[in-house]
């Protein structure tokens, strides 16, 4: 797998970042949650020179809009005539690979207590059934979005609640014997510009009350999916720890230990590491505050035996793993 940078999400979100995913080619900025990717981007750029060209088969993935506003008007009076309930979500493009372009849209049925997503094909009049998701919790927003396998699309809806923080994610297929589900989990998931496939882990962990134990502050950290063809399953890229000396083996490890080391100077700091077979790496920190012990951590990127960039200081607990599915370990 080429190489990648860490994307985490670096400070408190808003309902909005929970069940974004959708790439907007249009904008300089993706509609998925705000990650630490730039800000890696920028220090990787000076450890490792000028940023890699994408190469062709990077821009043959498919392009897609999520936004209503470029979808065309009449494909989306047919969707909204063919139901009584407001559209929640759109997804507008070549999305099945036909050279055609489709529309997704779906909207929640208040009666039949699910989410139903419609399809609309190209020149069609009636919109079809595609798939639908009965609700098990109090999701009423919705976005979704595709995952390209170059031989395969996958399709991603993701549910989220107004007033709390669920959110489910789900990945579809569309086979000869119609739309499955491959996977589902209670998190955001969705694949970024760059191809990762990431799922977003929502827990409490900036810090803990010594006295009481309890972990307070809420943070969102990714992990990062693969797709195995053989099992036609999803598998995770788990965090699995490392030493010190381990990760110092690495070029560039001696500076970016010191650059941590020098910002932890005086707080008698607990510092461990953390490592995924994907180009990912972390530094969790740990240090006393008054009567708090605080969580911090950063994105250490690497390819090979080298260290390509890291990220600024994230707050919270690393979370090693999201699913149940079996990691890739080394």
């Known amino acids: 797998m080429r190489k990648v940078l860490s994307i985490c999400t670096i400070v408190m979100a808003s309902a909005s970042i929970l069940f974004a995913g959708c790439r907007n080619k249009d904008k300089d900025e993706p509609t998925q949650p705000v990650t630490d990717a730039t800000v890696a981007n920028t220090t990787a750029e000076s450890i490792a020179g000028e940023t890699e060209q994408p190469t062709q088969e990077e821009t043959t993935r498919i392009e897609y809009s999520d936004k209503e506003e470029e979808i065309p008007e009449d494909m989306k009076d047919i969707v909204k005539k063919s139901t009584e309930y407001d559209i929640g979500a759109y997804l507008y493009g070549d999305i099945d690979k036909d050279f055609e372009k489709e529309l997704l849209a779906a909207y929640l049925d208040l009666k039949g207590g699910k989410w139903n997503i419609v399809l609309l094909e190209n020149q069609a009049t009636e919109v079809k059934d595609f798939y639908s998701i009965a609700l098990n919790c109090d999701y009423d927003r919705c976005s979704l979005g595709l995952i390209d396998l170059k ?72 992990s990062y999916l693969t797709y195995d063809e053989a099992s036609g399953k999803y598998k995770e890229y788990v965090a699995t720890d490392i030493s010190e000396k381990d990760f110092l083996a690495y070029e560039g490890a001696k500076d970016i230990r010191k650059s941590v080391a020098d910002m932890y100077e005086g707080k008698n700091a607990k510092i461990s590491y953390l490592k995924r077979n994907n180009g990912v790496m972390y530094i969790q920190c740990e240090y006393e505050k008054d009567n708090l012990i605080m969580y911090e951590y950063f994105v250490v990127s690497y390819d090979g035996n080298k260290i390509t960039g890291k990220s600024e200081m994230q707050q919270g607990i690393v979370e090693k793993k999201a699913t149940s599915y079996n990691g890739l370990i080394n």
């Open 151 to 222: 031989d395969k699309i996958h399709y991603v809806v993701n549910l989220s609640s107004t007033m709390g923080t669920n959110n489910g994610g789900y990945i579809l297929e569309k086979t000869d014997d119609g739309v499955k589900e491959v996977m589902s989990l209670f998190k955001t998931i969705w694949q970024g510009d760059d191809e990762d496939i990431i799922v977003q882990n929502t827990s409490y962990g900036v810090c803990m009350d010594k006295t009481t134990g309890v972990l307070m502050g809420r943070t969102w950290t990714n």
